[in-house]
């Protein structure tokens, strides 16, 4: 299959006006999605003055055209790429495409807004540009098989996502279909993202996305610049696919192209911690309130998963029962029940019960298991339920969590989540960049929209 051609000339190829309009405005609702989690991750999570620091130690924080959200200052353009990447990722708030397991918009939107603001492009193409992001790297993490990718170690975030940050910067700049391929050939030397930092509650998850992003931008400026990368890189005998799963299912990275949006698939999420945690919250919540339950009544909890949630959530059950930094919290399931059962909710301000003894003590009751019967459906993020509560025991199945296409919110609960989480840091100016973003359907230069 000539898969890096076919996506090279989709990526460049397809006009702006043939993208349905809902498409590029669910590309919008996702990209200020991403922008809220951004800001406030900017100045409230714990690693960002270590990237900051070290960008300035290297000395690549000097000023450019470059927007970086929740900041004041403007960047070049592989700094803001990897600072809103970065940020955008860091409170585990953004995005998921449940076929591929990944969070399209971490990876794809920066690589695209930085090159909007390198090139002076208008919104409609920047909103174009990030379509054609998530359509490819979507499609490619369909095609790695997430729970082969997975079981190799690797994080598809990171790795499928710099050919989509490279398709979206690549679009921007201008390459024909002959140049984005070679920006896809150096793409395939830079895809990285390891799952080791599982082990410790490291913070390597969140940068590596933000050098996916980066890292799209400098392969599709390269390969602008004529350097000439790896042919058929996706698909080659040592290419991207076949180095980095067991399980290649190659025909879903072009099926539907063109005609089946992707884009249309993403979800949004509504607690801030790994995505395979969510439909168990939801359904904790939701016999909460059925049953009256306080959380002095939960003898034992049961939650039953895929096998990719168990990798990232349930094991090694005793380590995430006892989940102390927030990257622990954000891939604990007995961490995110607690938090749900103890809060009625679940938001990144609840990261404050990390340590709590009443939080521990309702984790150490939260057991975690594979469920095969969540397995071989379309979509891996459900889960079952037995909570022993009150003398009695209670079953619940839930097949997909809020907030996937079927529930996605509308644009008033898009801006409410991103006024919840920029509230805090009003320093920041949450209200003025939710205008900025809402302006880019008609804006006629997206670094006009974002100047001042």
Same mark, same amino acid.
């Given at each position: 299959?000539?898969?890096?051609?076919?996506?090279?000339?989709?990526?460049?190829?397809?006009?702006?006006?043939?993208?349905?309009?809902?498409?590029?405005? $669910?590309? =919008?609702? +996702?990209?200020?999605?991403?922008?809220? %989690? #951004?800001?406030?991750? !900017?100045?409230?999570?714990? &690693?960002?003055?270590?990237?900051?620091?070290?960008?300035?130690?290297?000395?690549?924080?000097?000023?450019?055209?470059?927007?970086?959200?929740?900041?004041?200052?403007?960047?070049?353009?592989?700094?803001?790429?990897?600072?809103?990447?970065?940020?955008?990722?860091?409170?585990?708030?953004?995005?998921?495409?449940?076929?591929?397991?990944?969070?399209?918009?971490?990876?794809?939107?920066?690589?695209?807004?930085?090159?909007?603001?390198?090139?002076?492009?208008?919104?409609?193409?920047?909103?174009?540009?990030?379509?054609?992001?998530?359509?490819?790297?979507?499609?490619?993490?369909?095609?790695?098989?997430?729970?082969?990718?997975?079981?190799?170690?690797?994080?598809?975030?990171?790795?499928?996502?710099?050919?989509?940050?490279?398709?979206?910067?690549? $679009?921007? =700049?201008? +390459?024909?279909?002959?140049?984005?391929? %070679? #920006?896809?050939?150096? !793409?395939?030397?830079?895809? &990285?993202?390891?799952?080791?930092?599982?082990?410790?509650?490291?913070?390597?998850?969140?940068?590596?996305?933000?050098?996916?992003?980066?890292?799209?931008?400098?392969?599709?400026?390269?390969?602008?610049?004529?350097?000439?990368?790896?042919?058929?890189?996706?698909?080659?005998?040592?290419?991207?696919?076949?180095?980095?799963?067991?399980?290649?299912?190659?025909?879903?990275?072009?099926?539907?192209?063109?005609?089946?949006?992707?884009?249309?698939?993403?979800?949004?999420?509504?607690?801030?911690?790994?995505?395979?945690?969510?439909?168990?919250?939801?359904?904790?919540?939701?016999?909460?309130?059925?049953?009256?339950?306080?959380?002095?009544?939960?003898?034992?909890?049961?939650?039953?998963?895929?096998?990719?949630?168990?990798?990232?959530?349930?094991?090694?059950?005793?380590?995430?029962?006892?989940?102390?930094?927030?990257?622990?919290?954000?891939?604990?399931?007995?961490?995110?029940?607690?938090?749900?059962?103890?809060?009625?909710?679940?938001?990144?301000?609840?990261?404050?019960?990390?340590?709590?003894?009443?939080?521990?003590?309702?984790?150490?009751?939260?057991?975690?298991?594979?469920?095969?019967?969540?397995?071989?459906?379309?979509?891996?993020?459900?889960?079952?339920?037995?909570?022993?509560?009150?003398?009695?025991?209670?079953?619940?199945?839930?097949?997909?969590?809020?907030?996937?296409?079927?529930?996605?919110?509308?644009?008033?609960?898009?801006?409410?989540?991103?006024?919840?989480?920029?509230?805090?840091?009003?320093?920041?100016?949450?209200?003025?960049?939710?205008?900025?973003?809402?302006?880019?359907?008609?804006?006629?230069?997206?670094?006009?929209?974002?100047?001042?």
């Amino acid at each position: 299959m000539e898969i890096t051609q076919t996506l090279a000339r989709f990526g460049t190829e397809t006009q702006t006006d043939a993208i349905p309009s809902e498409v590029t405005d $669910r590309a =919008l609702s +996702l990209m200020t999605d991403l922008a809220g %989690s #951004a800001i406030r991750a !900017a100045q409230d999570s714990e &690693s960002s003055p270590a990237i900051l620091a070290m960008l300035d130690r290297l000395g690549v924080l000097g000023a450019g055209p470059c927007t970086v959200f929740g900041l004041t200052r403007r960047y070049g353009g592989a700094a803001a790429a990897l600072l809103n990447g970065a940020f955008g990722h860091s409170l585990d708030f953004d995005d998921t495409h449940a076929d591929s397991s990944l969070h399209p918009s971490a990876p794809v939107v920066p690589a695209a807004l930085a090159a909007a603001e390198l090139t002076d492009a208008s919104g409609p193409d920047l909103l174009a540009a990030i379509v054609v992001g998530f359509e490819i790297c979507c499609r490619l993490g369909m095609a790695l098989d997430p729970s082969a990718h997975y079981a190799r170690g690797f994080h598809p975030t990171a790795t499928a996502g710099t050919f989509g940050a490279a398709a979206a910067a690549g $679009r921007l =700049l201008g +390459l024909d279909a002959a140049r984005m391929a %070679s #920006a896809f050939g150096i !793409a395939a030397s830079q895809a &990285s993202g390891s799952l080791q930092f599982l082990e410790n509650g490291a913070w390597n998850k969140r940068y590596q996305v933000g050098e996916a992003a980066m890292k799209g931008l400098m392969a599709a400026t390269l390969a602008s610049e004529g350097f000439l990368g790896a042919a058929n890189a996706l698909e080659g005998k040592h290419g991207f696919l076949k180095g980095y799963s067991d399980g290649v299912r190659a025909e879903r990275a072009t099926a539907g192209l063109g005609t089946v949006w992707e884009t249309l698939r993403i979800g949004v999420k509504p607690y801030p911690a790994c995505r395979y945690t969510h439909a168990a919250v939801d359904g904790l919540l939701q016999m909460k309130r059925t049953h009256g339950w306080e959380p002095e009544d939960i003898a034992a909890i049961t939650v039953g998963l895929h096998r990719n949630g168990i990798a990232l959530v349930g094991a090694p059950l005793p380590d995430k029962q006892r989940a102390r930094s927030v990257v622990e919290g954000q891939f604990s399931m007995p961490f995110a029940a607690s938090v749900a059962l103890l809060r009625d909710g679940f938001g990144w301000d609840d990261y404050d019960l990390l340590g709590d003894p009443r939080a521990e003590a309702l984790a150490s009751r939260v057991a975690v298991v594979r469920d095969p019967s969540l397995e071989g459906l379309r979509h891996p993020f459900g889960a079952t339920l037995r909570v022993q509560a009150a003398g009695a025991t209670h079953d619940l199945r839930i097949c997909d969590p809020s907030g996937e296409p079927e529930t996605f919110p509308d644009a008033q609960a898009i801006a409410r989540k991103f006024t919840a989480l920029t509230g805090p840091v009003s320093n920041a100016g949450g209200d003025d960049w939710l205008m900025r973003l809402s302006g880019l359907r008609t804006a006629a230069s997206v670094r006009a929209q974002f100047a001042g």
